[in-house]
């Protein structure tokens, strides 16, 4: 990549912009400008890159699978070859560590590797093949199904994950192993990281000769992403971020002419069941996992639990109380950029006030870092205000809520949305009541674990 060109869209194979360039990239750790400015896509710019991607499409989808597996693999190298200054950059525009960003920069490169294996194995496709009877009556005809790419993909990736779930993260490798082309909308909280992954991609295409259109990137802000969206070439749009960034897309979405599926993962609260035998055993170890868990990368990944439901009584006690005290001694810890520090505070501050949110753990928010806080609640706050609590904040945070028996357990589980997790904890004694439990869990959240704390990724 050329300074020349630092900050510009991605379109058809081509660098293009239009001043002025007023985006600019932040370092996580202070706050502070990093003297890199970004162009806002224009409107025609948008329309540019969608059309390109359609015009590459019919190409690109009817490439056999092994060509397409071997333009996935060598995407792999060119992510690979991303040398310690791309690490630098995403370290500086994230604050995630050197370790961090290193397997993550492995795991981008191993999803396309995996889904080289899967074109060719031949699983992609899905191929069912229904042979003719001409003797049956009515007659059968040969049948034949296969899965097709439904075309051009808007991508819009997830701001915790700068390599895994960004510009050539999950999303993009299904859309380019499906036959699909791409518009990848760059995250703004570290535009610099994808950049040079976008370079990577560009290099690609061109070492297989593929139409520039494949892979298209612009740089921008809502009203980007929505001309995007609205886009008529535009077939599908995967997402990972807020609920309500991805309910303001799914309404987009709904209002175009032609409706088209969206893929989202959005925020949830993931919450975390401790029954009674369990606590009364483990208490101590359960508040040290728990406090691993909802602090882990600084409480930004996806499954991190953040509301505990437990049933009042002397082990539920000792575990609050031990719980306080880790969190208490936990330094503060910077997040992911200095937007999403501020949502944090936001969300901290609109807990704080609530008079039925008490401060367990905790103290005043750093000016440029997150306390890692501790709340607990009263299960009535859910029956009277659940909005207050089941509205994820992104962070090191978690709230309490104590419950008097199962029956209230029920009726609190009862007033979540649906989620990506929930995790039980439970002892043999605690059988009957977490049968039931699992029941529930099963149809509210999208994984369950069982006497486990979930990893953030598999």
């Known amino acids: 990549m050329t300074e020349e060109y630092q900050g510009w869209q991605f379109i058809g194979g081509e660098r293009r912009a239009t001043p002025p360039a007023v985006l600019a990239s932040f370092n996580a750790s202070d706050g502070s400008n990093s003297g890199v400015m970004f162009f806002v896509a224009s409107a025609a710019e948008v329309s540019a890159a969608a059309e390109a991607a359609a015009a590459a499409f019919p190409y690109y989808s009817q490439l056999s699978s092994t060509r397409r597996a071997d333009f996935l693999d060598t995407l792999a190298d060119e992510i690979d070859a991303l040398g310690d200054d791309f690490l630098q950059i995403a370290r500086r525009e994230t604050a995630l560590s050197p370790q961090r960003l290193t ?16 074109l060719r194995r031949g699983e992609s496709e899905k191929v069912r093949i229904d042979t003719a009877r001409p003797q049956q009556f009515p007659p059968r005809p040969d049948l034949r199904q296969y899965q097709l790419g439904l075309g051009p993909v808007a991508v819009f990736p997830a701001g915790n994950f700068p390599l895994a779930f960004s510009v050539a993260g999950g999303d993009s490798a299904a859309a380019l192993a499906a036959g699909c082309s ?27 000769q593929l139409p520039g259109g494949v892979f298209n990137l612009v740089f921008g802000d809502e009203q980007t992403g929505a001309r995007l969206v609205s886009h008529p070439a535009i077939q599908a749009v995967a997402f990972t971020g807020s609920l309500a960034a991805g309910q303001a897309l799914l309404k987009l979405v709904q209002q175009r002419a032609q409706p088209v599926p969206l893929y989202a993962e959005m925020s949830a609260i993931n919450p975390l069941i401790l029954l009674p035998q369990a606590l009364a055993q483990h208490h101590a170890r359960l508040a040290e996992q728990c406090l691993a868990s909802f602090t882990l990368s600084g409480g930004q990944l996806c499954t991190k639990p953040g509301i505990i439901f437990l049933q009042q ?11 306080t005290e880790l969190t208490r001694s936990v330094a503060a810890q910077t997040l992911l950029s200095p937007r999403i520090l501020r949502h944090y505070q936001q969300g901290i501050a609109r807990w704080h006030q609530h008079p039925d949110l008490t401060l367990l753990a905790g103290g005043e928010t750093q000016p440029h870092q997150a306390e890692v806080r501790l709340y607990q609640a009263s299960a009535q706050l859910l029956a009277k205000d659940p909005a207050m609590l089941v509205q994820e904040i992104f962070g090191p945070v978690a709230v ?17 949305p649906g989620q990506l997790t929930a995790t039980l904890h439970a002892a043999e004694q605690d ?11 099963s149809d509210k959240a999208g994984r369950v674990g069982l006497t486990a704390f979930l990893p953030a990724l598999q």
Do not use: Y
Not at 112 to 118: E, P, T, V
Not at 313 to 323: P, T, V
Not at 405 to 416: A, G, H, P
């Open 182 to 208: 791409l518009v990848v909308k760059a995250h703004p909280g570290h535009m610099r990281t994808a950049e040079r992954m976008a370079t990577a991609m560009a290099r690609a295409c061109q070492r297989h």
């Open 400 to 416: 309490v809520v104590p419950v008097a028996d199962s029956d209230e357990l029920m009726f609190c589980l009862q007033q979540l």
């Open 431 to 441: 059988t009957e009541q977490a049968q039931q439990l699992m029941t529930m869990l």
């Open 103 to 118: 397997a993550e920069r492995t795991r981008t490169s191993n999803q396309l590797r995996l889904f080289a294996g899967l």
């Open 313 to 323: 009584g002397h082990a539920a006690s000792a575990f609050i109380h031990r719980l």
